[in-house]
């Protein structure tokens, strides 16, 4: 389906505009004088705004329809993203107090981040809308794929604008939905719509409804694992290789971040071929893989081993966020599918708000006890894993019965 290509082609670039300043926060937040807490609170707060928002456009876009969520999503965000560029130009060139600095930072950045928070649950909608079974597996699995795209090309991207100018990539980032808003307004039908809302009751799916509550903790999980190997690789990278200068560090971080991102692409890819009917084996082993990646990442010395972690990584994480789409888009009925992803991103925006100022402060007191918690953390979940394998093996075995 053409409409599915431009409508994955606008989800890379806008997941491209969201990730392309993860490598440029660190430096950022250390040039102007502000220390590595205060980069956990302005992603923390977004968070917030982020788990806030997510079930909210969900619902809407069950209710009103896919596209006619989706276009002023992109261009709030656009907006947003855009004075929030103009502020970091703006605070490197002149000289500003910290408490201005952290207090317009945190703004802009929970502004953009309530407006992309429906981004995520809007698509996967849209693909349940029209796909079902190994076809709607296959099609989430492309989904991870293409996140992992943007993954791999928006932080090398900002790690390479960034040897120009601090505040370059956050304009280039800005220009991104404007291209995205184009394709979708020109170029993608509006879904079906599956509730007509002068007649049908809002859905009020909860993150305790036994239908996906382990998959909210799944993600929220995978997800403290993700944003703690982001939110301190920018300062990790400097001070563990003990590297020349910050620019160099934001280098180092996006060319890992990218390592990350390609090997996401191909696992998803491998994924939506394969199409593997045991997703939570598929679970258990993503989650060894990523638990083992972030801590070898701590015990490693010299840069080829330290990219190498991450792509243990980024395979972990290629093989556990499309399962948990999955495991979700198939426990809930059409009308619901909306609200169930939201609540998947709102899983997401909770750990933002959680994690990176949890994980900046813990990497103040030492810099490899972010990553040991977040690992063992998502190890955690390989003790309730076992029950549910079986039963998904006595569920297959009825099927081919």
């Known amino acids: ?15 491209m505009s969201f990730m392309m300043i993860l490598p440029i926060i660190g430096p950022v ?31 809407k876009s069950d209710h009103l329809g896919r596209k006619k969520v989706f276009l002023p999503l992109t261009i709030g965000f656009f907006v947003s993203y855009f004075l929030w560029a103009i502020f970091i130009a703006y605070s490197l060139q002149n000289t500003l107090s910290i ?5 317009g930072m945190v703004l802009l950045r929970c502004v953009n981040a309530a407006f ?8 996967v909608g849209y693909i349940a809308d029209h796909y079902q079974g190994e076809q709607r597996a296959g099609c989430l699995a492309g989904m991870g794929a293409v996140a992992g795209v943007a993954l791999f090309i928006g932080p090398f991207i900002g790690g390479v604008l960034v040897n120009t100018s601090l505040s370059l990539p956050f304009y280039f980032a800005a220009a991104l939905p404007l291209i995205a ?45 993700i944003l703690t190997f982001n939110m301190c690789i920018g300062f990790y ?11 160099h560090g934001a280098s180092i971080a996006g060319m890992t971040l990218s390592a990350v991102g390609l090997t996401l692409i191909i696992v998803q890819i491998a994924l939506s071929k394969l199409k593997p009917k045991r997703h939570f084996r598929c679970l258990a082993i993503g989650i060894l ?33 499309p399962m948990v789409n999955i495991i979700t888009a198939n426990r809930v009925d059409a009308h619901e599918q909306g609200a169930a992803s939201g609540l998947i991103s709102a899983a997401q925006g909770l750990a933002m708000m959680i994690t990176p100022l949890f994980a900046t ?25 076992p029950k549910m394998m079986r039963n998904e093996k006595v569920e297959l075995a009825a099927i081919q019965a």
């Open 99 to 103: 408490v201005v600095i952290l207090v």
């Open 1 to 15: 389906m053409n409409q599915m290509k431009m409508l994955f082609l606008s989800y890379m670039l806008l997941q």
């Open 361 to 385: 402060a813990l990497y103040h007191a030492q810099n490899e006890l972010p990553y040991w918690i977040a690992a063992l953390l998502l190890l955690s979940i390989l003790l309730i894993l």
């Open 181 to 225: 808003l184009g394709l979708v307004m020109f170029k993608v039908k509006e879904s079906p719509r599956i509730i007509q809302q002068d007649s049908a009751k809002p859905v009020n799916l909860k993150m305790s409804d036994p239908r996906v509550r382990f998959s909210v903790l799944m993600m929220f999980l995978t997800m403290n694992c």
């Open 116 to 123: 992309f928070s429906g981004i995520n649950p809007i698509v």
């Open 237 to 247: 990278s400097y001070d563990h290789l003990q590297l020349s200068s910050q620019q």
């Open 29 to 59: 937040v250390r040039t102007q004088g502000l220390q590595e807490w205060h980069a956990g609170l302005i992603v923390s707060l977004s968070g917030l705004l982020w788990m806030l928002t997510a079930k909210f456009w969900g619902r």
């Open 289 to 321: 893989f990523m638990a083992v990646g972030t801590l070898s990442l701590t015990l490693t010395h010299g840069l080829f081993l330290f990219v190498f972690s991450a792509v243990l990584i980024g395979v972990g994480g290629g093989m556990i966020l």
